[in-house]
């Protein structure tokens, strides 16, 4: 089994431009990265793991130190998300093994929410995120193409509808992609320990009981 | 087992007023309640279930119909949740029965999202809610008291672990609670029947490729 984690390392996190500036957008990405990582090396003890960056990662030592400790490999790959995928399929499911894809920028994934998913049988296994999205999928048909754009859950079943067996997997964590600031209260109270210990540094949960909405504010 | 669903009859999802007026947000509330209690119903067939109701169902008598052939109660109480729910868990629990709470806006919920909810042990079982909120719960504890204001996935934790042992079920089906207007997207890709389809007579889904989301437009 291999996993796959795409990473943007060159612009990350773009949508949360209105609360974080440019050097905190890339420090939170490659603390999700790395509670990502976490999670996906207890869960998949046996699995090969790729991180499949646009750029290559590392802005300061200690986290290429982490990767390496954790025997995380990185592959850099400047093309667009769904050819990057699509080579990783052909290589890894066309020779009989299994894919794994899980975005970087799941922040409250965790070993159970990943057990469940290469736990599900089918021949595509698809964990659909907020906004129609698809944060995690299991490839076990070679003949199997990605698309990341648009509403790429329902192009992902009806694709793999196509090609066999499809199941979803039923998860508020992995259905958690932190794209967009309202995102940021999820990751803040449910998130792995960096990212939680990263946000807790610089905003503090505040309750407006009249618009009935909790939000995050800047300490 | 006794299965609790609280719905505001009154002035139900006032934060949905920007794209709804009052006759639709009235109508799109009664459709997902008919959709949880289908969702209930299969799930727990042998459990007493309860529409806890701020004023009495039914603007048209399809509705009312409905809840009756489905076996279901309306209990009518105007006073705030927490109170309300609070004595149910002292009439349910304190009698050694379960209370299931399972709030009216889960558009998504589907017997087996409720399957692993009732099947997960603990003296309180919380099902988190997007921005912190609880949308469903299991009490199997009579000291446990909820307070559904602010974040109440917090409160709801902590009062918890005041009284025992708590769990959490990690599910997007019951993470999504219909409250403002990106919830739509997510009803009506995941939603239930009466929902997706009151939903897909009116809206449909808009991609817009640069913004990288996805949302509802009038038809």
Not at 15 to 42: C, F, N
Not at 96 to 103: A, E
Not at 154 to 166: C, K, N, S, T, Y
Request: aromatic share 4%; hydrophobic share 40%; glycine share 8%.
């Amino acid at each position: 089994m291999r996993v796959v984690v795409p990473f943007d390392a060159r612009e990350p996190k773009t949508r949360l431009g209105s609360v974080l500036d440019e050097a905190e957008r890339h420090e939170l990405a490659e603390r999700m990265l790395a509670d990502v990582l976490d999670a996906v090396t207890t869960s998949l003890e046996s699995a090969t793991v790729d991180v499949l960056s646009t750029a290559p990662l590392g802005r300061d030592g200690e986290h290429e130190h982490e990767h390496e400790r954790d025997g995380v490999g990185v592959t850099v790959d400047d093309r667009p998300l769904s050819p990057a995928v699509d080579d990783a399929v052909a290589e890894t499911v066309g020779g009989g093994g299994t894919l794994v894809v899980v975005m970087a920028d799941l922040a409250l994934a965790t070993p159970a929410a990943l057990d469940r998913l290469v736990g599900t049988d089918g021949d595509v296994v698809l964990a659909p995120g907020r906004g129609v999205g698809t944060n995690a999928l299991v490839v076990r048909s070679p003949d199997f193409r990605v698309d990341f754009h648009g509403a790429s859950f329902l192009d992902h079943r009806q694709e793999a509808e196509r090609v066999g067996h499809v199941e979803t997997v039923d998860s508020f964590r992995l259905s958690t992609d932190v794209d967009e600031p309202a995102d940021l209260v999820e990751a803040f109270v449910h998130g792995g320990d960096r990212t939680t210990a990263w946000l807790r540094d610089r905003f503090e949960l505040v309750v407006d009981e009249s618009e009935r909405r909790v939000s995050l504010a800047r300490r």
